[in-house]
């Protein structure tokens, strides 16, 4: 997994050094499919459920599952970049949002905010720590900000397969879940949005929308639990 997840970083370095106004959604899922060629990886998004790229580009006020295509980045635009890799049977997945070029004040601190929330849940990932108290640490700091974390869609275990149980949501459930163990491994990937949490499907079946038009932001990583902590599997 520590594999997969540096490949995983690999893509994210790649398609930040793009990334640019002029730039289609489709040159950023070219430069992913480059590194996985380059690295004898397989991406774990194309084909899945029958999605088409092997990077979901959710612009603006997309949350996430956004289909690459002829759309052309903006200044002043945020694009989230999801992707993955498997290397030998093994996942990574993770994700970022980027300004293109220069951002309103309100954009970047949704960014750092939204950033800074998946840090903080990070630092809950501790053995003998309860599985929810990462998404009460996501929500406390994005909600402190005046912000909502979306309830949709959340994060997962991950390992021999992208999405495995247990769920791990972006918010207090109301339950502590279970307690960590040594050898876990999830991916937590806090969805914050400018405006309300309520979330709206499109017409392709895959982007999803906040339903009030506000900007979103989407961080992930993919985080083991180790003897010493938190080791973020995706980090460059």
């Known amino acids: 997994m ?19 106004p ?3 959604t489709l040159d950023i899922d070219k430069a992913s499919r480059e590194v996985l060629e380059r690295r004898g990886a397989r991406s774990n998004f194309l ?15 997309m949350i996430v599952h956004g289909i690459p295509g ?10 989230s970049v999801d992707c993955g890799a ?3 049977g093994y996942h990574g997945d993770a994700a970022y ?46 909600e402190a900000a005046g912000y909502s974390v979306v309830r949709n869609y959340v994060g997962h275990a991950i390992g021999t397969a992208m999405h495995e149980e247990p769920q791990v949501p972006n918010y207090w459930p109301g339950a ?7 050898g876990n491994v999830f991916a937590v990937e806090p969805m914050v949005n400018a405006g309300g949490a309520a979330t709206v499907e499109l017409s392709d079946g895959w982007s999803v929308v906040t339903a009030d038009g506000s900007l979103s932001a989407h961080f992930e990583h993919t985080i083991a639990v180790t003897d010493g902590g938190p080791e973020i599997l995706t980090l460059g």
């Open 2 to 20: 520590r594999r997969a997840g540096k490949v995983v970083a690999e893509i994210h370095e790649k398609t930040r050094a793009i990334i640019k």
């Open 86 to 88: 498997i290397v030998e």
């Open 47 to 61: 084909n899945y459920h029958g999605f088409p790229a092997t990077v979901c580009t959710s612009p603006n006020d």
């Open 70 to 79: 002829d759309y052309v980045l903006e200044e002043g635009d945020i694009i």
């Open 22 to 24: 002029g730039i289609t």
């Open 176 to 182: 502590p879940g279970p307690r960590l163990k040594v």
């Open 97 to 142: 949002t980027a300004p293109v070029g220069e951002v309103s004040a309100d954009a970047r601190r949704l960014l750092e905010v939204t950033e800074r929330s998946l840090f903080a849940g990070i630092e809950q990932m501790y053995e003998g720590n309860r599985l929810h108290e990462i998404g009460r640490a996501v929500q406390q700091v994005a």
